[in-house]
């Protein structure tokens, strides 16, 4: 049996390279069958406040530490990470319910970082500055932040985790991570790889914990911990901002997106139509860069609903660990409710239901959380499955006449992570991907995820990047000196 593998396991609080016990603990479920994987110690204020003497003990020596030896224990973990992908994917796909396949291409996603940012560590330069005086030298040097405190959410257990661990250690900073509540199996597992890698105790703390209070009042309070870095929802990430006040903590935040896809006339609709069922169902729809809402030009309209409706029809539904799923269940009762409430709301102010727009019949459905994959069609703005973030298998078909008209409606939200256009005119690719207002954008490409490139929004999708050459720097301090010669 897979969960096997979980019950044989010791999942504990991760400081200091040891598993740790704790007075209560918190149960771990599988979204596809509601059964109990295993329990996991809830970690409290007194366990966190461990974490940070932990990681505070371990910075100095840390951030002496060559970058070329950090560097390469760095790649070890990311080839361990590949060794083990097997173990890690299939415990992925336990507690958090995505496809096998999936959790497989996360366990490589998760692992780049890591590659990645080994690289980087080996190249944080200086800057030797021209002074304005003849007796003075000005010299820039990059120096590791100090302890930070990583906060992710269930979607990407993994990729999520080691996009901020990756780039902090590069720079020379140690961490306390607080994974999902819903997710911490595939954080913890992360534990043992760090310790195989080599890497010191107390560099990298994991804190498995069902409430988040006590965790963020703990690192919010404590003059140690220099930076905060999120992902999770706007409405969160609204409250960090207002609590990093306090000990003036710098702060990274990926928050909710609502991405726009839209189809031109002169688009190769087949490459639109698969682009488009990739990046609105991958993880059952529930990423922040998923399409939220599929613009179509009116010429193309008919044909690509007709294409996209029957691809997104012959989607099989059902149990991650099946080899033939392509959409798992979604993560709970209240994700459930969310999308329920999408499409009753857009069926009553006038959208059409293509095909899907419901849960799966009882008998398939053990946990009442498979839904089956959605298409509307004559979806207008007003609809709140335009305005919010679905995070579900619904997709939304809007129709557009121009150019200028699509564009506007694409802008018009508060969130500016990613954004999707489909277009065969070099020209309008250019003209259109400098005027869409969010951080990445896929043109001609539904999948712009990649450690090499510096991911992150605009607006209220966040501040700061990940990734690329970029996202090294969320993690170092900038100083001068100013020497007289
Ligand atoms: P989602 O809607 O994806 O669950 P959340 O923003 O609620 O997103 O959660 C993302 C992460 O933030 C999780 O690890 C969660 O425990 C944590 N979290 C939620 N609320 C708070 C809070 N007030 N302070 C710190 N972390 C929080």
């Not at 409430?211 to 409250?239: H, L, Q, Y």
């Not at 989607?315 to 009762?333: F, N, Y």
């Not at 929004?457 to 990047?465: A, H, I, M, W």
Request: hydrophobic share 45%; glycine share 8%; with cysteine.
């Amino acid at each position: 049996m897979p969960s096997d593998m979980i019950r044989q396991s010791e999942y504990g609080i991760f400081i200091n390279n040891q598993y740790h016990s704790s007075a209560k603990n918190f149960a771990v479920t599988n979204p596809a069958t509601g059964e109990t994987l295993t329990e996991v110690p809830d970690a409290g204020a007194s366990d966190t406040l461990a974490a940070i003497d932990a990681a505070a003990a371990a910075l100095p020596a840390w951030s002496a530490t060559p970058a070329i030896e950090r560097a390469a224990m760095l790649r070890k973990a990311a080839a361990l990470m590949l060794e083990r992908r097997e173990r890690l994917a299939t415990i992925m796909t336990l507690e958090q319910g995505k496809p096998l396949t999936e959790s497989r291409g996360e366990i490589a996603y998760a692992a780049s970082f890591f590659s990645w940012f080994a690289g980087e560590a080996e190249r944080v330069y200086g800057q030797i500055v021209p002074a304005a005086a003849p007796n003075k030298r000005i010299l820039v040097m990059r120096q590791p932040v100090g302890v930070c405190a990583l906060i992710t959410p269930w979607n990407f257990p993994s990729a999520m985790l080691t996009r901020k661990i990756a780039p902090a250690l590069a720079a020379g900073c140690t961490v306390i991570c607080k994974p999902a509540e819903q997710t911490p199996l595939s954080a913890l597992e992360l534990g043992r790889i760090f310790i195989d890698a080599g890497i010191p105790a107390g560099v990298v703390n994991i804190l498995p914990a069902l409430d988040p209070i006590p965790f963020s009042e703990t690192i919010f309070a404590d003059d140690r911990v220099r930076k905060v870095s999120f992902t999770g929802s706007t409405e969160v990430g609204r409250i960090l901002i207002r609590s990093s006040a306090q000990t003036v903590k710098r702060i990274s935040l990926e928050l909710g997106g609502n991405a726009p896809f839209i189809v031109f006339d002169d688009a190769d609709l087949d490459a639109a139509v698969k682009g488009a069922v990739a990046s609105k169902f991958r993880n059952s729809g529930q990423t922040c860069i998923c399409a939220n809402r599929i613009f179509v030009q009116s010429a193309v309209y008919d044909a690509f609903a007709e294409k996209f409706t029957a691809a997104v029809a012959n989607l099989k539904v059902g149990s991650g660990l099946e080899s033939d799923t392509m959409i798992g269940p979604l993560i709970d009762h209240p994700a459930l409710e969310k999308v329920t409430r999408h499409v009753q709301d857009a069926v009553s102010k006038g959208a059409q239901i293509m095909t899907g727009g419901a849960p799966l019949p009882a008998q398939f459905n053990p946990t009442g959380t498979f839904w089956t994959p959605t298409v509307l069609l004559n979806v207008s703005p007003h609809m709140l499955v335009t305005q919010e973030e679905t995070f579900g298998p619904v997709a939304p078909l809007i129709r557009f006449e121009t150019e200028d008209e699509v564009l506007a409606l694409a802008n018009d939200t508060p969130f500016g992570l990613s954004a999707y256009f489909y277009s065969q005119n070099v020209s309008r690719v250019m003209r259109v991907a400098e005027k869409l207002e969010f951080g990445i954008i896929g043109a001609n490409d539904a999948l712009p995820s990649t450690a090499n490139a510096p991911f992150g929004g605009v607006k209220q999708s966040g501040l700061g990047r990940e990734g690329g050459a970029f996202g090294i720097d969320e993690y170092l301090e900038v100083k001068y000196v100013s020497m007289g010669v």
